[in-house]
Each structure stands twice: as structure tokens, then as C-alpha cells.
């Protein structure tokens, strides 16, 4: 059972903003179903580690009832304090019906913008893309600086044959192709292992010139939460040819670091790896599966890619300062 948390008598009507224990952090994401990753405790900690900069975590409450989670990643310059909030908060309410979501938008700006001078809140917020949501936050005084972020949710809660059912039919040809092509599909448990993994990912990076978290990141989340790294990998004739991580954080997971060689995309490996790691999700009582976003113009191969699994897409409001 999660704690209450009492409010701060002198906070605004109520609303406080307290430490939170990861415990309490991590049951509260629990109950909250979809969560971004970015919001996850093991993150901010790999945060730390591999970046160097502070995450501040607070659990936004009233009368003792949770509201939101929100973790803040900040930097400490002179006289300038930096904080960045990456799809945040968890809402542990309906942030577009219930009224007290605009109170947890004030108290997020009220945490990392308390002086008028030298605090900067770069703050791209779990709301969706809506003259709402924007209402919201201009009304905290920030204004947008960057454009909305779209991923895709993917629904694990249906049985296996409707999520195949659900999938386009290239897609599903395409997994159809790999399940005949003689793939191995192990899942990595050992260290030793997944660093190869991680080595592979970072080369394919590399070479692709893609935007994403690199090797050392992900190595540093492992070793704060190895349960939450679910890592699958691709042998044809004893040679590895692709694999993928995926990292769970509370009811959600989400799709992080994909890599192939020639042989794994010729042989469609990767539709075959992520199917497996449906299944795993899905075995661990996952429910979603964020797809790590999509982008129709820049990537439009792996935004097919993902598409193919027939989610739903949502685009976020973007990011406000």
C-alpha cells in the first residue's frame, strides 16, 4: 500500500510538492498504467551517472490523494539553474477532465521557477497535443520553443491472436517471412552478453547516424534496474544479426535500441525480435508498449516500421520554457 502524503498547509489550495521515496514512486507508476520511460526512477538515475546532472523528484498531491509524479533532470551554473522535464508528469489523474491538473502544472513551474531570474524550465509535458493543454501551460508563464513529439501506443492487453489480427499486412508477411528464415531468438540475461548487445547497437547507431540513447546510458539503467531491461537478440548460423532492447517501467515498456546487420534485414529478423518481445511484455503483466516515437519526414522507414504494428498515435503538446 502507497503512503498518503500530507500537503503543505502553505501550498496553493492544498497542492504540495514532496520527496519522494522510489518505493512510493514506483507503486504510484504502477497505478498509473501508460508512464513514459523518461519519467521512470532507473532513468533519472542513469541520468545521473551517465550525464552528470541531477534529477529531482516530487510527488504532487493534495488533501493526501496522489496527483502526479514528475521528475526533473537539473544543472547548476553560477547563478542559473537549468531543469529539464521530459514527458512528465505521470498523471495519476485525467489531466483533460479533472480541474486539479492545472494546479499540478502550477506547482511543476513553481518548483524549477522560483526565482524570477537565472531559473530555466525547459518542460515537455505528458499532455496531449490541445488548445487545453496549451491554455494550461501559458497560463504558468512558459511559452512553446519546440513542436510536439508523437510516438505510438501499442495496446499489449488483447490476446495474442487479436494483436496478430491487428497488425498490417506487410507487417504480418513480413514476421511470417523471418518465423521461416531459421532465426534463433534468445533472450540476454548475462552481463557479458548484453554488453556485446549494447557494443552492437552503438556500432548500427554509429553507422546510421540515429538519434537515441547510446550504449553506456542503457548499461547504466541496467545496473540500476537489470529487471527492467528486456534484451533479445538474433543468430543465424551462430552468428548474431540483430537485436533489441526494450525497458519496462511500471505497466508500460518501451521499444529503445534496435540494431541489424545485412543478413537480419534481409531475413526481416527484427519483426520476428520485437514479436518475441511482445510476448515477453505481455508474460510480465506489461500493458503498453510505447513505440519510442515516430517521425513521418525524417525516418519515414522506421516510422513504417512502427506503424505496421497498428497502435495508436498521439503527439504531445512540445516543449515550453
Same mark, same amino acid.
Given at each position: ?16 510538492? !514532496?520527496?519522494?521515496?522510489? !518505493? ?23 541520468? @545521473? ?10 510527488? &504532487? ?7 502526479? %509524479? ?11 539553474? &537549468? ?22 502544472? @502550477? ?18 509535458? !505528458?499532455?496531449? @497535443? ?102 533479445? /537478440? ?12 526494450? &525497458? ?53 522507414? &522506421? ?5 505496421? %504494428?497498428?497502435?495508436?498515435?498521439? /503527439? ?6
Amino acid at each position: 500500500m502507497v503512503a498518503a502524503i500530507q500537503p503543505d498547509p502553505e501550498s496553493k489550495a492544498g497542492v504540495s510538492w !514532496e520527496p519522494c521515496p522510489r !518505493e512510493t514512486w514506483e507503486a504510484l507508476t504502477l497505478q498509473a498504467g501508460q508512464s513514459s520511460l523518461e519519467q521512470a526512477w532507473a532513468y533519472g538515475t542513469a541520468i @545521473e551517472s551517465a550525464h552528470g546532472l541531477r534529477a529531482e523528484r516530487g510527488l &504532487i498531491s493534495q488533501g493526501g490523494e496522489p496527483l502526479a %509524479l514528475a521528475q526533473a533532470f537539473c544543472r547548476d551554473r553560477l547563478f542559473t539553474r &537549468i531543469a529539464r522535464v521530459l514527458r512528465g508528469p505521470v498523471w495519476l489523474i485525467d489531466p483533460l477532465e479533472d480541474p486539479r491538473a492545472h494546479q499540478v502544472c @502550477e506547482a511543476i513551474a513553481r518548483q524549477f521557477r522560483r526565482r524570477r531570474f537565472g531559473d530555466f524550465l525547459f518542460w515537455l509535458p !505528458e499532455l496531449p @497535443e490541445s488548445p487545453k493543454s496549451a491554455a494550461m501551460l501559458r497560463a504558468q508563464g512558459l511559452r512553446p520553443v519546440v513542436t510536439g513529439y508523437s510516438s505510438i501506443w501499442l495496446d499489449l492487453r488483447p490476446p495474442p491472436e487479436a494483436l496478430l489480427a491487428g497488425l498490417h499486412g506487410k507487417w504480418r508477411n513480413a514476421l511470417q517471412q523471418a518465423e521461416k528464415a531459421g532465426f534463433e531468438i534468445e533472450a540476454v540475461t548475462h552481463p557479458r552478453r548484453l554488453n556485446q548487445s549494447l557494443l552492437l547497437y552503438d556500432r548500427f547507431r554509429r553507422k546510421k547516424r540515429f538519434v537515441g540513447p547510446n550504449g553506456d546510458f542503457i548499461a547504466a539503467l541496467a545496473r540500476d534496474d537489470r529487471a527492467a531491461v528486456v534484451a533479445l /537478440t538474433a543468430r543465424q548460423n551462430d552468428d548474431l544479426v540483430a537485436g533489441v532492447i526494450l &525497458i519496462r517501467h511500471g505497466k508500460a515498456a518501451t521499444y529503445l535500441a534496435p540494431w541489424t546487420s545485412d543478413a537480419g534485414r534481409v531475413g526481416q529478423a527484427h519483426n520476428l525480435l520485437l514479436w518475441h518481445g511482445i510476448a515477453m511484455l505481455k508474460a510480465g503483466g506489461i500493458d503498453w508498449l510505447d513505440l519510442g516515437g515516430v517521425n513521418t519526414e525524417s525516418q519515414p522507414g &522506421i516510422a513504417r516500421f512502427k506503424l505496421g %504494428l497498428g497502435g495508436d498515435v498521439f /503527439t504531445l503538446a512540445g516543449t515550453y520554457l
